[in-house]
């Protein structure tokens, strides 16, 4: 059993395109997190969200805590976006990561 | 500039071999995490520490050891007990709770195992 789903697993968009990435999760949490991680290994963190919405240049996140779903949403796509992003919920003290969503976005 | 480093980028052992990787942070953060990551797999905890000289069993500790001897070093050993081995190692740090602090991710070790 999962503690943290995503979804698609994987996606493929045309450049300029509007991507929305989902994360359900099934405990109790004090934060979400949303990460990237490129094809050469390292992860960065794009966001920290405990209620509503942030946005960050073209990445948005927003978050329902009642409903424990996030999604994260990439406007006007491009292919620097190509990387897995990863879910990650915490109740405080460690993470519990998605499985990740692999995105390509075609030039 | 500050950051995490793990070194090697790339190991490769030979079977029944103990390996140790290595990370380093000069960020002054307190947490420090060792994470593994298998393909089709999000990643897994195997031991974190939250302050010098003590350290907590993760997800998936059997196998493994760790040391804090330091504030800006969290090796970690591969024992000839983790059946197995090859997979892609993360260390990360952060400066407290991960309820109000972000973590920040090495580059990696990729561990083969021969």
């Known amino acids: 059993k999962n503690e943290v789903e995503q979804s698609p697993q994987n996606l493929t968009a045309q450049e300029g395109e509007f991507i929305t990435i989902n994360c359900s999760y099934s405990?109790?949490?004090?934060?979400l997190h949303w990460l990237q991680q490129h094809p050469g290994g390292g992860i960065v963190s794009l966001f920290m969200?405990?209620?509503g919405k942030k946005k960050h240049g073209r990445l948005i996140a927003t978050i329902n805590i009642q409903e424990k779903h996030s999604s994260l949403h990439i406007t006007a796509s491009h292919p620097r976006d190509s990387a897995v992003y990863i879910c990650a919920v915490t109740p405080g003290n460690q993470f519990y990561f998605g499985t990740g969503t692999s995105l390509t976005v075609i030039p | 500039d500050g950051g995490i480093t793990q070194s090697p980028k790339y190991l490769f052992r030979k079977e029944g071999q103990n390996v140790t990787l290595s990370c380093e942070q000069n960020?002054?953060?307190?947490?420090m995490y060792w994470y593994r990551q298998d393909p089709g797999q999000g990643l897994r905890l195997i031991y974190y520490s939250q302050i010098v000289n003590d350290f907590q069993k993760g997800d998936i500790a059997e196998g493994y050891s760790v040391s804090r001897e330091k504030k800006e070093s969290f090796p970690l050993t591969v024992t000839s007990a983790q059946k197995n081995p090859t997979a892609f190692y993360l260390c990360?740090?952060?400066?407290?709770?991960?309820?109000?602090?972000?973590?920040?991710f090495g580059p990696g070790t990729r561990l083969t195992v021969l």
């Open positions: 405990v109790g949490i004090s934060a």
């Open positions: 960020l002054n953060h307190d947490a």
């Open positions: 990360a740090s952060s400066t407290g709770t991960l309820s109000y602090n972000e973590q920040f």
């Open positions: 969200l405990s209620s």
